[in-house]
């Protein structure tokens, strides 16, 4: 096998010349950069990861802890943070943690063991346990230091980058426009009580029938768990029992979508009788039927973001911002509007 000596007297330079290339470490011209890359493709040079590791104290591996791949919500953000990731020559391992406190906990102890670079986390700690928080901005060593991103919650309190959106906002948008559609017996259907996002949500909801004059009926709130299974129980629930509703808002798509299925069972017509919204604007917004009207949630951007920000304190670069909040806006489709909007069919394919 080549060494890195090897690629130096091929190319002519030192083999601290090389190392800088490899690792970008230094500026090399365009010109002599070039000629180390054709010296390192015709010998077919294959850098020692461990070797590397060891010597410049990175991994090139960012961990990446989320809440559970089932989710579709999912897929797009984990696409943003690969692409990104690539781009900048890092490898991503991921976890999933079933909305375990636990398996998080573990997961970011396995991760700190590894000597990742850096772990970008969706979690699910309770917002009192400040211990935790502290920890995760002080995680590593004093030999390595490994920061972490919050991804879809705001936690830049403790010194944690976070990349969200204004997850109480949605929850108004979305109340707000069945309100506008005609809508006076709005149903939500949660997210779990530990989640900050679906809270946050309800809370936004909440906030939205006050303004508007419109009672806050409990037996119109149904916790979910983020799940088609979870939203069907609950719409099923609240039509058995008697519970006058004309409108739905669900925490995301997938509850909206089970929502769907429970209204078309009983007998009732979307959105003639019954209006839904969901959140996110996962994929299957827009094959299921009705086409659903959702709060649009920029997923790739927000995986992507959360690797941008990661490796500026990895480089250890000056920081922008601790905190990046996304913009949302609402995608009104036939769920509530039989003219709803179809130029966004099949997004996210």
Same mark, same amino acid.
């Given at each position: ?31 002599l950069k070039?000629?180390?890359l ?11 990861? /461990? ?16 809440t ?47 000597w990742?670079?850096?772990?970008? /986390?969706?979690? /699910? ?5 400040? =211990? ?51 809508c ?61 509703? =004309? ?29 839904v ?16 009207t ?12 959360? /690797?941008?920000? $990661? ?14 909040? $996304? ?18 069919? $099949?997004?996210?394919?």
């Amino acid at each position: 096998m080549a060494s890195i000596k090897d690629v130096a007297k091929k190319a002519g330079v030192s083999i601290s010349t090389v190392s800088n290339v490899i690792n970008g470490t230094k500026h090399v011209s365009d010109k002599l950069k070039q000629r180390i890359l054709d010296a390192i493709k015709e010998l077919n040079y294959e850098v020692d990861p /461990v070797a590397r590791s060891l010597k410049s104290k990175r991994t090139m591996t960012i961990g990446v802890i989320i809440t559970s791949i089932n989710r579709i919500f999912f897929p797009q953000v984990l696409r943003g943070i690969q692409d990104e990731a690539s781009r900048n020559g890092y490898n991503i391992t991921f976890y999933n943690t079933d909305d375990s406190f636990e398996k998080e906990k573990h997961y970011v102890q396995m991760l700190e063991n590894n000597w990742v670079d850096g772990i970008i /986390v969706d979690s /699910v700690a309770d917002s009192e346990n400040k =211990d935790y928080f502290i920890s995760l901005a002080n995680l590593g060593s004093s030999k390595k230091h490994i920061p972490v991103i919050s991804l879809e919650r705001k936690i830049d309190g403790f010194g944690i980058g976070s990349v969200a959106v204004n997850n109480h906002l949605g929850g108004r948008i979305a109340t707000q426009h069945l309100i506008e559609q005609g809508c006076k017996k709005i149903a939500h259907i949660a997210g779990p009580s530990g989640s900050c996002m679906a809270q946050d949500r309800l809370s936004g909801y909440r906030e939205e029938l006050l303004k508007n004059g419109l009672d806050i009926d409990n037996t119109r709130i149904y916790e979910g768990d983020f799940s088609p299974p979870g939203g069907y129980q609950a719409m099923k629930h609240m039509l058995i029992s008697g519970v006058e509703v =004309d409108g739905v808002f669900a925490a995301n798509d997938q509850m909206a979508i089970g929502a769907i299925k429970a209204i078309k069972e009983h007998g009732y017509r979307i959105p003639e009788d019954i209006k839904v919204v969901g959140f996110d604007n996962s994929f299957v917004a827009s094959i299921v039927e009705p086409s659903l009207t959702t709060v649009n949630v920029p997923k790739y951007k927000l995986g992507a973001m959360a /690797v941008h920000m $990661l490796l500026k304190r990895i480089s250890g670069d000056s920081v922008d911002a601790d905190f990046i909040e $996304l913009p949302i806006n609402l995608i009104v489709r036939q769920s509530t509007d039989l003219h709803g909007d179809k130029s966004w069919d $099949l997004y996210g394919w």
